[in-house]
């Protein structure tokens, strides 16, 4: 079963062991969110997942999202879509002006695929230059802002939604009635990751990991942390199908399922 930490434990009604994960892989902190637009859409049918690379949220996002027929969003492949537009227009990633007007101009749709000003990227975005690029995207504070705006239109537009990603629980959807925090030890994390990708090695694989989970965690606006009242979900040991069904049960308890 998947490892949750003690309160969370009573409140998914489930009678599985604590572990607390390490802090230096998961930073527990309220997000300062005073550069980033105040929130004006109502996120109460939101259920956030957040969690580092190779946590298995994406998986499980989906499966949680089909399970309830609710529309899915990935972030992380908006950033990805950023970062991919400045290199195929030979932008410079670090050139955080062009690129916070480029993430603005851009027409970005992400569904099944990812529409880049109506080109298909779906394949290019999760290349390895993209994925070296994106985290240096990720931290201009414009291009973020500029995102979550596009993030909360889009969960106003549906109405509801599985939304994954970094800062869902703590700065795009603080009021979401479920957040989870998923996360696994780096070698499993690295491991999974590996067999998605199927022309890097683990030791190349863990590096960009940890680099990426550096990056994340330390930025300034925004970094990859837990949110005080997220439910924190260890799945170094745990199948999809258990942690999809502890998400079902707090998904019925907050009334969204
Ligand atoms: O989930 P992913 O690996 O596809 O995300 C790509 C990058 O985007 C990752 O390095 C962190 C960043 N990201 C972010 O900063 N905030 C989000 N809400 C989602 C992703």
Not at 230 to 252: G, I, R, Y
Request: proline fraction near 7%.
């Amino acid at each position: 079963m998947p490892q949750l930490t003690p309160p969370e434990m009573n409140q998914a009604g489930n009678n599985v062991p604590t572990r607390n994960v390490p802090s230096h892989s998961v930073p527990s902190h309220s997000v300062p969110s005073h550069s980033l637009p105040t929130r004006n859409v109502p996120s109460h049918n939101v259920i956030a997942i957040d969690g580092p690379a190779g946590s298995g949220k994406s998986t499980v996002a989906r499966a949680v999202a089909a399970k309830l027929g609710m529309p899915y969003l990935d972030t992380g492949a908006m950033y990805r879509a950023v970062a991919f537009t400045a290199m195929r227009r030979g932008v410079d990633p670090d050139d955080a002006e062009v690129v916070a007007r480029l993430a603005a101009d851009m027409q970005l749709e992400v569904d099944e695929r990812v529409l880049v000003d109506g080109v298909d990227a779906t394949i290019e975005i999760r290349s390895p230059e993209v994925t070296r690029a994106v985290s240096v995207v990720a931290i201009n504070p414009a291009v973020r802002k500029e995102l979550v705006r596009r993030q909360r239109e889009w969960a106003d537009a549906k109405g509801s939604g599985v939304i994954e990603g970094r800062d869902i629980g703590t700065v795009v959807f603080p009021d979401a009635p479920v957040k989870v925090f998923m996360t696994a030890s780096d070698e499993e994390r690295a491991q999974r990751r590996t067999q998605e990708m199927l022309d890097m090695h683990y030791d190349e694989v863990a590096a960009d990991i940890a680099r990426r989970d550096h990056i994340d965690s330390t930025r300034p606006y925004a970094p990859l942390a837990v949110a005080p009242d997220a439910v924190l979900v260890d799945t170094t040991s745990s199948t999809v199908e258990e942690v999809v069904e502890l998400v079902l049960q707090l998904a019925t308890k907050a009334g969204l399922a």
